[in-house]
């Protein structure tokens, strides 16, 4: 088991935890982290590239010319991939750009994530993160107490005031355990755990 101080929002350590070695310090392998990265940026493309293809391009019924006789290649249609204006011999089409990769790598690679902040002492854990106004001035000095410039906030229930607060400032993102996943915990230099946060993470990523 490894420890980690807990502290409040003005960077005063108000106790300890001990943390499960199997989520939070493990090894690291990046080749892991690659695959289900690629598989989450895959994910997100759009694959609307569309050509048209000979038959989808309008025109192009009649018969540009006889077969014989003219001195000119024979030819069947204007909206041939060789004639300007025609279609688009093996161009694009929409496309999902999805793969898969197994529920209990992906759990892994979070787990390898979580563990890489951890080995480089970019892993804060904190006891509340409340706040009474939503006021994104109050948030970022909050987050210059705890020396984050780039961190991303895990915690289950998020007051409005705290999301609202965040969202306007550059460099931070406040998610759900539920939906932590490995691209946002790489994309950020610190991850914020809310005390709370860890008792349910080490049960999803232990199952």
């Not at 994104?136 to 005031?161: C, R, S, W, Y």
């Amino acid at each position: 088991m490894s420890t980690v101080n807990i502290v409040n929002t003005k960077n005063e350590s108000v106790g300890q935890i001990e943390l499960n070695d199997a989520v939070f310090n493990r090894e690291v392998k990046e080749y892991i982290l690659h695959e289900v990265v690629r598989m989450q940026r895959a994910g997100r493309r759009a694959g609307n590239a569309c050509t048209k293809t000979r038959v989808e391009v309008s025109g192009g019924g009649r018969k540009p010319w006889k077969q014989k006789g003219t001195g000119r290649a024979r030819a069947g249609t204007n909206r041939s991939p060789l004639w300007r204006g025609g279609g688009v011999a093996f161009g694009p089409k929409p496309r999902d750009y999805n793969f898969k990769v197994n529920r209990k790598v992906r759990q892994q690679a979070v787990a390898m994530a979580l563990s890489a902040r951890f080995q480089e002492g970019n892993l804060v854990v904190l006891d509340d993160f409340s706040m009474e106004q939503i006021k994104t001035q109050e948030f970022v000095k909050i987050m210059n107490i705890l020396d984050v410039d780039n961190g991303i906030i895990v915690t289950d229930n998020a007051p409005e005031t705290l999301t609202k607060s965040s969202r306007n400032v550059n460099g931070y993102k406040v998610m759900s355990s539920e939906g932590l996943n490995v691209y946002d915990l790489l994309l950020h230099k610190k991850v914020i755990l809310l005390q709370p946060v860890i008792e349910s993470l080490e049960k999803r990523l232990m199952a």
